[in-house]
């Protein structure tokens, strides 16, 4: 079973930066797509953003788009969350997750396609 652990949460002004990092725990973190997705208090668990086993493609939700950038280290096993002009509308726990396989169109930006979950890290923009 794989774990996966995020860091890097905290508090940010609006307007701020922060880097969230999830480290896996299994030499096998290479052959999972990763995704991280954020959810606030009674709100659905939103897609923020998505990158491919090699690294070579990413996907990002749209409110996102230009202020955040994922990335991945294989040979450390971690995925990174770089953020951007954060809003305060963006205060959420934060997940990171990994998919073992994509059953298709989209699959990227589904939370019921990933098979594996972090436990978060909250991350509160203050306005």
């Known amino acids: 079973q794989e774990q996966l652990v995020e860091s890097g949460g905290g508090l940010v002004q609006a307007g701020g930066s922060l880097r969230l990092s999830c480290v896996a725990s299994r030499r096998a973190f290479s052959s999972y797509a990763m995704g991280w997705f954020r959810q606030a208090p009674g709100k659905e668990r939103e897609f923020v953003a998505a990158?491919?086993?090699?690294?070579?493609?990413?996907y990002y939700g749209d409110s996102v788009k230009g202020r955040f950038t994922i990335s991945r280290d294989n040979a450390k096993n971690t995925v990174n969350l770089q953020m951007n002009s954060l809003k305060p509308e963006e205060t959420a726990e934060y997940y990171c997750?990994?998919?073992?396989?994509?059953?298709?169109?989209?699959?990227?930006?589904?939370?019921?396609?990933?098979?594996?979950w972090g436990q978060g890290t909250q991350v509160t923009v203050s306005s």
């Open positions: 997750a990994g998919l073992n396989r994509c059953s298709g169109s989209g699959c990227y930006r589904s939370s019921y396609e990933y098979d594996y």
């Open positions: 990158i491919t086993l090699s690294g070579t493609i990413t």
